[in-house]
């Protein structure tokens, strides 16, 4: 994988680039790495028509995992995106995120929209994570990651959600457990956006969320309510953990989306 370097703080950036045409960054959610999103089947076909950077977001994949949670703030963490960008001369580009990826996506879109051709965001919310973060993991989440014992993580997970968490194990096992601590206290704690910093973002948007993800789906759609150019697809029959696996239903809602730009 290539490397760029957030000149804030001096973090490596992790990145490959597939396929060709308009820029488009993929950016997954914790605990996972760029890898998800070639396991899930998105990458070939978004990539006969798109170039595709996918990104492991710090504390993830092969990118550089501080252990403090400083490390972390959604101004840090969209800047690695903007480093990215920079390193493979991409003007602007299209930003397809999911969970913690879609987060990102927003605050990057309310800090920097210039470098955005449009956002495709799932599963996520621009608000506080604050009262809620026990509710998309489970209870304890953080206190479990404090121990390093990732195996008991995932049996918590999995407990809590069901048998449908494989994917998301399978790339939890080689997760770094203080990295991932860090993380989510500051995923946790991170203020989010205002109605008003939403409504400034101008930037086509397309929401989708699982028909049974209530939390982000509820978010979704407050999202789209103050955002002036947003559309909100639902995923039938999907939650937070199975949207993404519904592979042919999200790519056909982002070309199709993506066509009426043209």
């Known amino acids: 994988m290539e490397r760029a370097t957030n000149a804030q703080d001096g973090t490596r950036i992790a990145f490959d680039v ?57 101004d840090r963490l969209s800047a690695d995106l903007v480093a990215v960008l920079d390193a493979v001369e991409a003007e602007r580009a299209h930003l397809l995120g999911y969970s913690a990826g879609a987060r990102i996506g927003f605050n990057l879109a309310a800090r920097d929209q210039d470098r955005l051709i449009s956002l495709l965001l799932g599963g996520g919310t621009a608000r506080s994570q604050h009262d809620e973060f026990d509710e998309v993991f489970f209870p304890g989440s953080i206190d479990v990651l404090d121990t390093g014992d990732t ?10 959600k069901g048998p449908a968490v494989e994917t998301a194990a399978r790339e939890f096992l080689d997760a770094d457990p203080p990295a991932m601590a860090a993380w989510f206290r500051a995923s946790r704690d991170a203020p989010g956006l205002t109605d008003e910093q939403l409504a400034g973002i101008v930037v086509p948007t397309l929401l989708f969320a699982g028909s049974q993800d209530a939390a982000r789906l509820r978010d979704s759609r407050a999202a789209q309510q103050v955002m002036p150019h947003a559309r909100l697809v639902e995923i039938a029959g999907r939650d937070h953990i199975t949207t993404l696996a519904a592979t042919h239903d999200v790519v056909s809602s982002v070309e199709g989306f993506l066509d009426e730009l043209d």
Do not use: C, N, Q
Request: proline share 4%; charged share 25%; net charge negative.
């Open 151 to 160: 195996a008991e993580f995932l049996r918590r997970l999995a407990e809590a």
């Open 18 to 74: 597939v396929g060709t045409g308009e820029p488009m960054l993929l950016v997954h959610g914790t605990g996972m790495s760029s890898a998800m999103w070639r396991d899930e089947g998105y990458v070939e076909p978004l990539a006969t028509r798109h170039r595709l950077i996918l990104v492991d977001l710090r504390g993830h994949g092969d990118s550089d995992k501080p252990h403090h949670e400083a490390a972390y703030t959604m």
